[in-house]
């Protein structure tokens, strides 16, 4: 099964809206670097492509990397505040635009003539094909300013890119919240991810 070999990278904006005091809907745009891992046999590639690139022989390993803009749809619940202290939980969708994609083969013995590779530059787009989850802890460090971390898991509910892989992501956002319209209005988180 595909497993990630590295930790990704992602950084980007998010805009919140309150609508009532412990319920508020987000909106953002995040960046991310993904890298992973997994046997040769988890891909999928277009038919043929084994038997016409790699002497019909499937690699034992591919390791993948590719970049995408995330477009994240959220609502947010604050489940506990005691002053300078919060605990939220969210929950909801993300669309997908893939910028590029790289994958490399590892095959168990010396292949002649095989490709070891493939490269895209060209993107492709993925409407609400994520499922996302997060629970949250932030501290006020200034008066409008808190900074966090949100533990999160991201469920795909479809294969996307060249492999048709499912882009399972577990990890961390750290987050610095600032309230720009008061309290009960608009804030804006910006996040820094953690492994993806």
């Known amino acids: 099964s595909s497993r990630y070999s590295a930790p990704g990278k992602a950084f980007g904006a998010v805009i919140h809206y309150h609508v009532m005091p412990r319920w508020s809907v987000s909106a953002g745009v995040i960046r991310n670097s993904k890298r992973y891992t997994g046997d040769g046999e988890d891909y999928k590639p277009p038919v043929g492509y084994w038997k016409y690139y790699t002497n019909g022989v499937i690699p034992q390993s591919v390791d993948g990397s590719c970049d995408v803009v995330e477009f994240p749809l959220m609502v947010q619940y604050t489940i506990a505040s005691n002053g300078k202290h919060k605990w939220l939980a969210s929950a909801g969708t993300s669309s997908y635009l893939m910028l590029n994609e790289s994958y490399r083969y590892k095959f168990e013995e010396p292949n002649p003539g095989a490709k070891e590779g493939w490269d895209s530059r060209s993107s492709a ?30 469920i795909p509910l479809e294969e996307i890119g060249w492999t048709n892989i499912r882009l399972f992501s577990t990890g ?8 720009i ?16």
Request: glycine fraction near 10%; aromatic fraction near 12%; hydrophobic fraction near 35%.
């Open 125 to 154: 787009r993925f409407y609400f094909n994520m499922v996302n989850v997060t629970i949250g802890y932030e501290r006020q460090v200034l008066p409008g300013l808190m900074i966090g971390v949100e533990p999160y898991v991201k």
């Open 181 to 196: 319209l008061g309290k009960k209005s608009m804030s804006v988180p910006l996040r820094s991810r953690g492994p993806d």
């Open 172 to 179: 961390a956002s750290f987050t610095l919240r600032y309230t």
